[in-house]
């Protein structure tokens, strides 16, 4: 019970977007022994899905999205340290990445976040990733889902680049693959192997959390 | 009417005898299908800029390095209080073919931004400080000359502060415009407002200029800008410029080829003449009839849709048609044929054979004439 008190206020930090408080309630709940696994998943996690929720529904914008993940993240920095290599084993993993030749960010960062609201631990490789790249990552993170995004319709072929590499790397059976842009769809992703596509960030995240829970 | 006419009295929301409908210079190929649509009422649209800048004690050199492993174009900027770079990759093509692009429409990617840490807010304010604006309309007057009556030639300005600040000097990649806002509020807004006062003049210059429709190169996206964003640091500006322009007789015209469904009620409220490159669904979010029925004093350029190109001839056909029949009778509407990326040859023949046949006013029977001439 006297745990709950700093969980409350870790979950209050990040709905208030505020930096300080963050920090402050992650360093009380460390120094009283809290567990850190527990401070991140019953703590901050539930604050980021509340923001996740209100940002699903149109109250909250990507301003609040993304400033909540930061928080979020600053929180993270105080309490990693504690957190034990099997602690972190137990969360879901997934490795996302803007293919080369396009720098847009915003659908991915979208996703991203909204990932990291639903108790996903996300490695976010950023924008204009060579496929060599993201091969490399996939092979030292075995993720269990890999998202590929794309604005632009000259990019869009980089994403079948990808897993193509990735068959020819013999991971293409370890991961799922879900492409996401404004001009993805389900049959350009049949086309390039990809298992999903997504034009809309709060769908593609859903998938992402069946596919988890399928996986067990 | 001549497609100068035309695409200017449907700016200026006259009358028009055929639906306008023109190509990007900087987006449009060049050779026998650009001609043969240009000779069947395809106009071409030509932003040009109507000053010079130039920046005092402020020192500007380009070399090439290694970043992240990749070779890099980094510009750094000295100045007396300090000194800020930003690195481009420019892919093989840039700088040859039109405004900077690649032969594949490709324009360098900023992979560092000028703006990366706190410290660097006050030497991007001391450039801001120290930039002058000077009226050159020579390349508007040689643009006015060259293309007479095959199209417009509109003034191009900046983009305004917090966007230039959002898509440019900090970034959104990663949300870092966000968590800069977040972080250093006060030192965002304070260079926002010294962009704002140096931009005074510039709208003065635009509005002198020979130019009727002054151009703002926005990339306005309703899911990076959202309305508390737009009210505060958007619509103020887009007023302050307004207010200079319309004194002169001249049209704002802004480019938004985002998504708007979130901003679409401020945008009703603005002072915007012409939404330039409005984007129907797939790629954005707003049907061209529900703007048009939102923005009642307002002009829509509609950009078409490049995810509809990429499905070819075709599915453009269908496409256009529909988009078409949604807009009856056609009015305050130019059709812009560029997209982000390059149009083949056939869908511009295509959307050509489509276009160059819509006599306005527009009704349902006069489209369906149309399709059956198709096919």
Known sequence: MAEEKYLVALKEAILNLDYGAVVKAAKEAMGAGVDPLRAVTDGMAPGMSIIGEKFETGEYYLAELVVAGDVMREGMKVINPYIKEEGSKTRKKMVIATVEGDMHDIGKSIVATLLIARGFEVVDLGVDVPAARIIDVVNEHKPAILGLSALLTVTMPKMGEVIAALRAAGLRKKVKVIIGGPSVSAKFAEGIGADHSSTNAVEGVEKCKDWVKEGG | ?375
């Open chain 2, 1 to 375: 009417m001549t497609r100068r006419e035309r695409i200017m009295a449907a700016s200026r929301k006259g009358r028009v005898d055929r639906l306008p409908f023109l190509h990007c210079w900087r987006h449009s190929q060049i050779g026998w299908a650009e001609r043969e649509c240009r000779n069947r009422g395809m106009g071409i649209s030509w932003a040009r800029p109507c000053y010079i800048m130039k920046m005092h004690n402020v020192d500007s050199t380009e070399e090439q390095v290694v970043s992240t492993g990749e070779v890099v174009v980094r510009r750094t900027y000295s100045t007396p209080m300090g000194s800020v770079y930003l690195d481009e990759k420019r892919e093989p093509g840039v700088g040859q073919w039109h405004a900077q692009r690649s032969w594949k429409d490709v324009m360098p990617w900023q992979k560092k931004r000028l703006i990366q840490e706190p410290e660097d807010y006050e030497v991007v304010k001391y450039m801001v400080d120290n930039t002058e604006y000077i009226p050159d309309y020579f390349p508007i007057e040689q643009a006015k000359e060259w293309l007479g009556e095959d199209g417009v030639v509109m003034s191009w300005i900046p983009k305004t502060p917090m966007a230039l600040l959002m898509i440019e000097w900090i970034g959104s990649e990663e949300g870092r415009f966000y968590i800069h806002h977040a972080r250093y509020r006060d030192k965002v807004e304070g260079l926002y407002e010294a962009m704002s006062k140096s931009l005074e003049p510039l709208y003065e210059i635009a509005a002198r200029s020979p130019a009727d429709i002054i151009w703002i190169p926005e990339n306005l996206e309703g899911y990076l800008v959202n309305p508390r964003l737009f009210e505060k640091y958007f619509m103020p500006e887009y007023e302050k410029c307004a207010r200079v322009l319309h004194k002169h007789g001249k049209l704002l015209a802004v480019h938004m080829d985002g998504r708007l469904g979130v901003l679409k009620d401020l945008i009703a409220k603005s002072p915007i003449d012409i939404i330039e490159a409005l984007h129907p669904p797939p790629v954005g979010d707003l049907p061209i009839s529900e703007a048009l029925s939102i923005w009642k004093d307002k002009v829509i350029w509609v950009g078409y849709p490049g995810a509809v190109y990429t499905l070819g001839p075709e599915a453009v056909k269908k496409h256009a048609l529909d988009l078409l029949r949604s807009v009856v009778p056609g009015d305050r509407l130019v059709i812009e044929m560029s997209t982000e990326n390059l149009v083949s040859n056939e869908n511009l023949l295509m959307l050509t054979s489509i276009l160059e046949n819509v006599e306005l006013p527009l009704t349902e029977e006069k489209i369906d004439r149309i399709e059956r001439s198709l096919s």
